[in-house]
């Protein structure tokens, strides 16, 4: 006898619609492909500041500035050329390993280069608030100020998550 889609269904906390359970190869899709959409955001980002570090280098006030700033904006320069490498390799990934019945493997990479990719990002977005701080503002000013956005980027992308993952495996009692 077959099992009705009811009875398929996964429970849900909190009244939550029932959702039907979905195999390893669905699973795997659709994973493969919010990866993809996070890398279309994530890129877009990425791309725009990074082209904005490299105009920096071609105004007349680049020639004036001192060689910390000169060293935050190659650093910089570099996390950025870095971050676009990391959130743009899924797609090579994608196009150049489709069909090869390698998606596990496929998500589970692309996953951690996404992860690499905004620590890279986040660095390269303090890196360049750093840059323009110091520019208009006191030295110890801009350097703390550029320090609390790359801590509201680390609270924000990586402590919130892992606590919010925490608090639901302690909820529904797993740790895995």
């Not at 009811?6 to 493969?32: C, F, I, M, Y």
């Not at 090869?100 to 998500?107: F, H």
């Not at 303090?126 to 609270?155: K, N």
Request: hydrophobic residues 50%; aromatic residues 6%.
């Amino acid at each position: 006898m077959t099992a009705t889609p009811a009875e398929t269904q996964a429970p849900t906390p909190h009244g939550a619609q029932p959702v039907s359970e979905e195999d390893a190869h669905e699973r795997v899709n659709r994973r493969w492909a919010e990866i993809l959409q996070e890398t279309r955001v994530a890129q877009t980002g990425v791309q725009i500041l990074f082209g904005f570090l490299l105009s920096v280098a071609f105004t007349p006030r680049f020639g004036d500035l001192g060689a910390f700033d000169t060293s935050v904006y190659v650093l910089t320069v570099i996390l950025g050329a870095a971050a676009t490498g990391a959130l743009i390799a899924p797609v090579s990934l994608h196009r150049l390993l489709t069909g090869e019945r390698m998606k596990d493997d496929l998500v589970a990479v692309a996953g951690r280069l996404m992860v690499t990719g905004l620590v890279l990002l986040a660095l390269t977005i303090s890196g360049t608030v750093l840059l323009i701080l110091h520019v208009v503002l006191p030295d110890q000013l801009a350097e703390v100020l550029a320090g609390g956005v790359l801590l509201w980027f680390a609270l924000c992308w990586y402590a919130l998550p892992l606590w919010l993952k925490k608090r639901a495996e302690r909820r529904h009692g797993t740790s895995d």
